[in-house]
């Protein structure tokens, strides 16, 4: 599926508008081949008009038959225009966005955050039924939106359940990586979580740390803890 939905050439259109290294390509597709219909049969049905006017009108009216040929010329400029205009668009989708790029002359690219899609649907008339082809329609949850629809995109049911499968798989891990920031920390090399609580000194912590201005006391201590004789504890000067 991969080699089928990621086409060398679309794969290097849309590289152009990735950030590098943090986004993955699921698929890009041109749109269905339908929307070369309208300009194709315009062009070839304009020039059999052509001809036969040509043929009507003859050496008599050789300046309206120029005029005709002429005509059809612009038709034929218009018709390889859109075709070298479906060629250059391409619809794509990262585990982050969707991008559609088109214009030849303009180039134009949209773009829709996976994480802002709301809703998302597609459409199929009854020559989409036929053909094999449908329109995603987006929902989000900001008024104005780049990419609110996509018509014409090809084999609309593995596309759709790709999408679908990338979005769900964002919102899992959107939701894994939020509750791992609520887990306690964990120490390294440790399989029990360590729930760290303010630390508070012992009352005596002061006393205990601070260095002993008489060392020869301790040793009266000593010696007198084998014996019934108290210990001797000379006044400490910061008690004053």
Same mark, same amino acid.
């Given at each position: 599926? $991969?080699?089928?939905?990621?086409?060398?050439?679309?794969?290097?259109?849309?590289?152009?508008?990735?950030?590098?290294?943090?986004?993955?390509?699921?698929?890009?597709?041109?749109? &269905?081949? *339908?929307?070369?219909?309208?300009? %194709? =049969?315009?062009?070839?049905?304009?020039? %059999?008009?052509?001809?036969?006017?040509?043929?009507?009108?003859?050496? #008599?009216?050789?300046?309206?038959?120029? *005029?005709?040929?002429?005509?059809?010329?612009?038709?034929?400029?218009?018709? %390889?225009? =859109?075709? *070298?205009?479906?060629?250059?668009?391409?619809?794509?989708?990262? &585990?982050?966005?969707?991008?559609? %790029? &088109?214009?030849? *002359?303009?180039?134009?690219?949209?773009?829709?955050?996976?994480? #802002?899609?709301?809703?998302?649907?597609?459409?199929?008339?009854?020559?989409?039924?036929?053909?094999?082809?449908?329109?995603?329609?987006?929902?989000?949850?900001?008024?104005?939106?780049? =990419?609110?629809?996509?018509?014409?995109?090809?084999?609309?049911?593995?596309?759709?359940?790709?999408?679908?499968?990338?979005?769900?798989?964002?919102?899992?891990?959107? #939701?894994?990586?939020?509750?791992?920031?609520?887990?306690?920390?964990?120490?390294?090399?440790?399989?029990?979580?360590?729930?760290?609580?303010?630390? $508070?000194?012992?009352?005596?912590?002061?006393?205990?740390?601070?260095?002993?201005?008489?060392?020869?006391?301790?040793?009266?201590?000593?010696?007198?803890?084998?014996?019934?004789?108290?210990?001797?504890?000379?006044?400490?000067?910061?008690?004053?």
């Amino acid at each position: 599926m $991969s080699g089928q939905w990621l086409p060398e050439e679309g794969v290097r259109s849309l590289e152009k508008y990735l950030v590098p290294d943090e986004e993955a390509l699921v698929f890009v597709v041109r749109k &269905h081949w *339908i929307t070369l219909a309208e300009p %194709i =049969l315009t062009t070839v049905g304009s020039g %059999i008009v052509m001809v036969a006017l040509a043929w009507m009108l003859g050496q #008599k009216f050789a300046d309206a038959a120029n *005029i005709v040929f002429i005509l059809w010329l612009v038709v034929l400029a218009r018709g %390889i225009y =859109l075709v *070298i205009e479906w060629r250059d668009s391409w619809f794509g989708a990262t &585990h982050r966005r969707l991008v559609l %790029i &088109h214009g030849l *002359i303009t180039r134009k690219v949209a773009m829709m955050p996976l994480e #802002k899609v709301t809703d998302m649907s597609y459409a199929r008339s009854p020559m989409g039924q036929l053909f094999g082809y449908g329109e995603f329609v987006l929902e989000s949850a900001g008024q104005e939106q780049a =990419l609110r629809s996509v018509t014409f995109i090809p084999s609309p049911d593995q596309l759709y359940r790709t999408l679908l499968g990338t979005m769900f798989g964002r919102k899992a891990a959107t #939701k894994s990586l939020a509750a791992a920031k609520q887990q306690p920390t964990t120490e390294p090399g440790s399989g029990e979580s360590v729930q760290l609580a303010p630390t $508070s000194l012992p009352a005596d912590a002061s006393a205990s740390s601070r260095p002993t201005e008489f060392p020869w006391q301790e040793r009266i201590n000593e010696f007198l803890s084998g014996t019934d004789e108290e210990t001797v504890r000379l006044p400490d000067p910061s008690d004053d």
